[in-house]
């Protein structure tokens, strides 16, 4: 066994062991407190409902719980804050669906390009059998799984004008970090490179990269409209979060206060999804207005034909990392 792999073994007991003894305190009497990390402006759909869930638990559990909500990547990037869950410096974060590949490769099922065909597609998968699985499918790895949140249908921007999968050829796009994205624009001859959100603006504005993939309300609530030119309307995946926990804290909670949490969570989780659609829809006019009409492109039948074709390949490309009985449950088998 290596020197790293010991310490590290080490500092991951030693973190686990004082943090069930915070928890073990926190239960005897003291107020619990719940740290909610994101990554997103507070006027999101997903920073309303981070602040929804704040009020609803400290009105409904009142002088026994106190939430703090950490914006904006003030504490941890998407990137970062699932090992901070893991080390109990946070106890609630709702990265995008698309950081959890190491934790879970089925939930890259997400990432797949023209796999949905819109959010209809995605709320029966997701309220399925093998959707609801997929929360707990990185018990193993200290992660708990409690709800999906919405953020609406992925599209794409550029520094040219993009039509065809051709258009993306010689571009660098920012993405996350996602084998899926990174393969589903390389096959297409672009270039990726992974970039924080809260990154992405100045590396449009400075010109590091050429492009970038998001949903409206991201496109909008962080401007990239001002340093884009161009936007096509792919809706090609799902750009969404899952709301999680560590394993050690969401068990070390009293039952009835889990209980009462997991209420809240599930009430905020539909008005989340709810405002998602009148979010995107908003986000989509003002981002119109300020590009003009003639600078975002939106596919015909045809064209939205001939981008599928190019990318379903994809699909069988990840299909034994995913697993038949995922991908064969999101398009309707």
Do not use: C
Not at 1 to 11: A, R
Not at 29 to 47: L, M, Q, Y
Not at 245 to 272: A, C, G, M, N, Y
């Amino acid at each position: 066994m290596n020197k790293f792999f010991t310490n590290t073994l080490i500092l991951s007991l030693f973190s686990m062991l004082l943090f069930r003894t915070e928890n073990l305190e926190a239960v005897d009497g003291d107020i619990i407190k719940i740290r909610f990390s994101h990554v997103v402006a507070e006027n999101t759909p997903k920073g309303q409902g981070a602040l929804l869930f704040k009020k609803l638990a400290e009105e409904r559990l009142a002088g026994k719980v106190e939430i703090e909500i950490l914006p904006d990547s003030v504490r941890f990037t998407d990137e970062q804050v699932l090992l901070g869950l893991l080390f109990g410096d946070v106890e609630i974060a709702a990265p995008s669906l698309a950081k959890f590949r190491r934790f879970s490769k089925s939930i890259q099922i997400f990432d797949l390009p023209f796999l949905f065909d819109d959010l209809e597609q995605v709320h029966q998968f997701q309220t399925g059998a093998i959707g609801k699985s997929l929360l707990d499918s990185m018990l193993s790895r200290g992660i708990k799984g409690l709800n999906y949140w919405d953020n609406g249908m992925r599209v794409i921007s550029a520094n040219r004008q993009l039509k065809a999968p051709a258009d993306l050829a010689n571009l660098l796009f920012r993405i996350e970090p996602s084998a899926v994205i990174e393969t589903q624009y390389r096959s297409l001859g672009a270039n990726t490179f992974v970039l924080p959100f809260n990154r992405v603006y100045d590396a449009l504005k400075l010109g590091l990269v050429d492009g970038q993939e998001n949903s409206w309300s991201n496109i909008a609530s962080r401007k990239f409209y001002q340093v884009q030119s161009h936007l096509v309307e792919t809706n090609h995946s799902f750009q969404g979060y899952m709301v999680v926990t560590s394993v050690h804290f969401w068990e070390s909670l009293p039952p009835e206060i889990r209980d009462t949490l997991k209420q809240i969570l599930d009430e905020v989780s539909l008005e989340v999804n709810r405002s998602s659609v009148e979010k995107q829809r908003d986000s989509r006019e003002l981002v119109l207005k300020a590009m003009g009409k003639d600078r975002v492109y939106n596919l015909n039948n045809d064209e939205r034909a001939a981008w599928r074709s190019a990318m379903q390949p994809i699909w069988e490309k990840f299909r034994s990392e995913i697993g038949d009985e995922v991908i064969d449950a999101a398009v309707g088998r």
